[in-house]
């Protein structure tokens, strides 16, 4: 009869937490939020056409903010469920061992817990859920950046328009 230990218990095999990382990721789903390819062609702008690029950046800085809020819930929930199921996790073990008559050391119970497949599935969509979430607040920051190109390119277009001048609306030039 083979007894089952309770650092044997729950353990995952290696090669199924890295041979397929959707699998683990999959059961926990970490939400993108954003498709890459519409980002993309929401930062592209039509340098001729500065006014409805102008335009538009208030709505895109809007959706893209609430879509980085949203990553950030996403981190901050995983995040807490770390901890939670690392006390789950801690509890249960040590349920199993004082039933077992096992004693297990501080460093024992930590390095079975960190083993578990759903703790480390876990870590993983947290890690994944900051990219996310980094990635979402990059686009916002660079529609800030795009804001002031686009003010930029406004204003030199003004300069060539007005010969280097500058505009100057209702005032007298010159008087003697």
Known sequence: MSEKRVWDM???????????????????MVKQFANPEKIEEHIRF???????????????YAYYGTLAAKGRMQRDGFK??????????????????????EKLTEPQIKAIVETQKAVIAND????????????????RDAIKV???????????????????????????????
């Open 10 to 28: 729950n353990l995952p095999n290696p090669s199924d937490l890295f041979s397929d990382q959707r699998d683990i990721n999959d059961n926990h």
């Open 46 to 60: 039509d340098p001729t056409n500065l006014n409805d690029a102008l335009l538009r950046l208030s709505s895109m």
């Open 146 to 176: 795009q804001r002031d190109t686009i003010i930029q390119l406004n204003k030199n277009a003004q300069n060539e328009l007005y010969g280097g001048m500058g505009h100057r609306s209702g005032s007298a030039s010159g008087s003697s």
């Open 124 to 139: 993983l969509c947290a890690i994944e859920s900051q990219a996310v979430m980094t990635s979402l607040e990059v686009v």
């Open 80 to 101: 807490n469920k770390q901890v939670l199921l690392r006390a789950q996790k801690d509890r249960a073990i040590r349920k199993k061992a004082k039933e077992d008559g």
